[in-house]
Nanobody, 122 residues
Framework: QVQLVESGGGLVQAGGSLRLSCAASGRTFWRYAMGWFRQAPGKEREFVAA???????YYADSAKGRFTISRGGAEDTLYLQMNSLKPDDTATYYC????????????????WGQGTQVTVSS
């Protein structure tokens, strides 16, 4: 079993930056593809970014050029550096772990954190 705990969310003005962290415990972290998803009020949860077991990153179009996903040095922490934030980025951000496959799909992940709130003011 993998336990995931997100942190780093908060309130920031448009144009600002935040760094989200996801601390993983339990089974060997490196065996999993890891991703970030977000869910805004009244909307479906959507893919933001992911990194494969081999370290290859993938991004949603909305995140390209602004967000960077990475794993920690010990590879037991996942990060999401978010720059040039926009009000449309306001959402609860979730960390997820899964065996891989379709890295953009929610169904490819079987472990989820509780989420961290990101609010971007205009």
């Amino acid at each position: 079993q993998v336990q995931l705990v997100e942190s780093g969310g908060g309130l920031v003005q448009a144009g600002g930056s935040l760094r989200l962290s996801c601390a993983a415990s339990g089974r060997t972290f490196w065996r999993y593809a890891m991703g970030w998803f977000r869910q805004a009020p009244g909307k479906e949860r959507e893919f933001v970014a992911a990194v494969t077991r081999s370290g290859l990153p993938y991004y949603a179009d909305s995140a390209k050029g602004r967000f960077t996903i990475s794993r920690g040095g010990a590879e037991d922490t996942l990060y999401l550096q978010m720059n040039s934030l926009k009000p449309d980025d306001t959402a609860t951000y979730y960390c997820a772990a899964g065996p891989g496959g379709n890295i953009w799909a929610l169904s490819s992940y079987d472990h989820w954190g509780q989420g961290t709130q990101v609010t971007v003011s205009s």
